[in-house]
């Protein structure tokens, strides 16, 4: 069962993502800020973590370069309210971007592409 | 005594007095007049005057005494009357000049005036001129125009014609502007060329005369010891004057004159009138220079004032900016999440509902309606991004084929298969890419109903004079023109025709930055759209 990390300032989100994600059979571990997301990182091993970009008063690209730099095995996926974060240079850094809805098809095809990707790089070798 | 002039008589003939003519008629009734304007000149009166003084009358030599006195105050006052006539003439001349040269700030209309001048027959009548200007940058005395025959022949030709015209010094100076400055500047380039000479060549016989500030006549040039004999050899001539020009004793530049052509003799006279035409043409000349200067001067400041007033305008439109992205980010957070939070706990339930359960209408509902409205949420975002669209030159081709394969998921799903064709070396578009990739991707994905068996897109682009346009055929499509009209009307019901909402934005978006886009419905081939980018900025236009 993979593991994930959701981090988003909304605690209705972190739950619906929750229920959703766990229905798909995956194990969710959530976290409101960079903090609780850097103290929950150190005690669990995760197999992708899906990031909000404004997270109250801090910034989701900033734990994205962080995790890049320091869990670079581990893919990352942005789920913003903001579509104008594709063009950003800084959210490239990140394995998939999805636009939240309320359809969450796109975000649970975008878990599923990225995890398929990293398992062929694993089995690859790389 | 018999007196052979006819003095004494009060009345005579025409033919009495040989010094009277035809004109001088009144005279012939008028003694006193006769007497003092003709006898004392005439040979009959002085004979007749001689035989008095032989009279032995006591009178005679007081007479003779008074006669001559009276006949040299007369030469005297004639050669003053003919001075006066002639200071009269060069102040006339000095007054139309002033005002000729108080009225230019064109350098090179003060010029034309100013050489005019020296060399017109009613000016100062030299033969030829050349002007020299001080280039304090460079630190030279250039040779810089000039103007006079070069022959004899040349220069019956130009007074004759002169004479044949009878202009004013104005006239005559904008004739010169207008159809010799060039020619004769060509005529007397190479002389030109050799006249310019270092400012610090304090040996030159022109910069001695600029330094000294004072006219200068050279005589017998050829052999003056202060003349360089290249120089003599250059103008041609053994008799010039050097007249510098100073301005605010400043050394502005300098005239050299001559009668190369009369050799008529320059006199004191002669240079004493040039000194005083030397001032005002040199401060009109260093004015004309000051106000090119200005002029530089204004046009930049001009230019700085229009970079500030673009630049000002460019502030205020990334404060608008920031403004539009500080609402649209209020916007995306504050309706976006509960949106997503709604819609999505509803699907949740409804997928634990079974459809016996009659809630499950309620749910669908919610469900529904938070996808429609999260449609309109993307559509004024992506309004609100296309109120300052970024645009640059982007090629057509990479354009279309990011639409195609970003929409390829969608368009297989619905069975539909699609294909772009292009013509070769089409012109780079200058377009918001995002903004146009939006479009064409709306575009491809219209969901209108009305779904036909033939379920091919087929894309063109092609060259159409400054502008390339892309042509998109939905074959599949059967909606009449009114209902493809209604759906391009922004914010209109369209749910009946199917989810086709984004083409309105599309159309506003594209028309607001000066894209014209159709969309044409066709009996039994579907829709056609076509999209046209231009090739240009612009201001290329």
């Known amino acids: ?126 | 005594m018999d007196w052979e002039c006819c003095w004494d008589r009060d009345v005579i003939a025409m033919g009495d007095c040989p010094n009277i003519h035809e004109g001088d008629e009144d005279l012939l009734t008028s003694k006193r007049r006769r007497i003092l304007e003709k006898c004392s000149e005439c040979d009959n009166f002085r004979r007749d005057l001689g035989r008095f003084s032989d009279s032995s009358h006591p009178l005679a030599p007081v007479f003779y005494l008074v006669h001559s006195e009276y006949q040299r105050q007369k030469t005297q006052i004639q050669s003053l009357v003919s001075f006066l006539d002639n200071k009269t003439l060069e102040i006339r001349f000095m007054h139309e000049l002033g005002f000729v040269l108080q009225s230019s700030v064109d350098l090179e209309e003060v010029l034309s005036v100013a050489l005019t001048a020296i060399t017109a027959g009613k000016g100062f009548g030299m033969n030829r001129a050349f002007l020299l200007l001080a280039d304090r940058e460079a630190g030279m005395l250039k040779g810089y125009l000039a103007i006079g025959p070069r022959n004899l022949e040349e220069a019956s030709h130009t007074w004759n014609e002169i004479l044949g015209n009878d202009m004013d010094l104005k006239t005559l100076a904008m004739n010169f502007r207008k159809n010799k400055l060039s020619s004769e500047r060509a005529k007397f380039h190479d002389i030109l060329e050799q006249l310019t000479v270092p400012l610090s060549s304090h040996e030159h016989i022109t910069i001695k005369a600029l330094d000294s500030k004072h006219p200068m006549l050279i005589e017998d040039a050829f052999h003056h010891p202060e003349v360089n004999p290249n120089f003599a050899a250059l103008l041609g001539v053994d008799t010039f004057l050097l007249m510098p020009l100073i301005s605010r004793n400043r050394r502005v530049g300098l005239i050299i004159a001559d009668n190369c052509i009369t050799h008529r003799r320059i006199t004191d006279e002669d240079m004493h009138s040039l000194e005083t035409f030397s001032f005002p043409v040199a401060f009109a000349m260093e004015r004309a220079s000051l106000y090119d200067k200005l002029q530089i001067e204004l046009n930049r400041v001009t230019e700085a004032g229009k970079k500030l007033k673009e630049q000002q305008e460019l502030i205020v439109r990334m404060e608008n900016m920031a403004l539009v992205g500080r609402i649209t980010s209020s916007i995306a957070h504050s309706v976006r999440n509960p949106l997503m939070i709604i819609g999505g706990f509803a699907r949740s339930m409804l997928k634990n509902t079974p459809s016996s359960d009659p809630k499950r209408d309620f749910i669908e509902s919610i469900v529904a309606e938070t996808h429609q409205l999260e449609g309109v949420l993307d559509e004024i975002l992506n309004y609100s991004d296309s109120l300052y669209p970024a645009r640059d030159f982007w090629d057509v081709g990479q354009l279309v084929e990011s639409a195609l394969r970003d929409t390829s998921e969608v368009l297989m799903s619905r069975g539909y298969a699609s294909g772009y064709s292009s013509e070769n070396d089409l012109p780079p578009v200058y377009i918001d890419f995002k903004q146009i990739s939006y479009c064409l991707r709306t575009v491809l994905q219209s969901d209108i109903n009305g779904m036909g068996d033939d379920r091919t897109i087929a894309v063109r682009s092609y060259r159409d004079e400054n502008a390339v346009v892309i042509r998109i055929e939905d074959r599949s499509r059967n909606v009449t023109q009114a209902e493809l009209d209604h759906i391009l009307v922004p914010f209109s019901e369209t749910r009946d025709l199917g989810a086709g909402l984004g083409l309105a934005l599309c159309k506003t978006m594209l028309e607001k930055q000066g894209i014209p886009f159709v969309a044409l419905a066709v009996a039994e081939a579907g829709i056609i759209y076509t999209i046209k980018l231009p090739t240009y900025k612009e201001e290329q236009q």
């Open chain 1, 1 to 126: 069962m993979s593991k994930l990390l959701v981090v988003d300032d909304e605690a209705n989100i972190r739950l619906l993502y929750s229920e959703e994600l766990a229905d798909e059979g995956y194990e969710v571990v959530t976290a409101a800020n960079i903090a609780e997301a850097t103290e929950k990182l150190q005690l669990n091993s995760f197999d992708l973590a899906v990031l909000d970009i404004k997270l109250k008063n801090e910034s989701g690209i900033e734990l994205l370069q962080q995790l890049v730099k320091e869990r670079h095995d581990m893919p990352v996926i942005l789920c913003s309210a903001f579509s104008c974060y594709k063009d950003d240079f800084s959210a490239w850094l990140a394995d998939g971007y999805v636009v939240k809805s309320g359809d969450l098809t796109e975000l649970k095809h975008e878990i599923a592409r990225v995890l398929a990707k990293k398992a062929q790089k694993v089995k690859a070798g790389l």
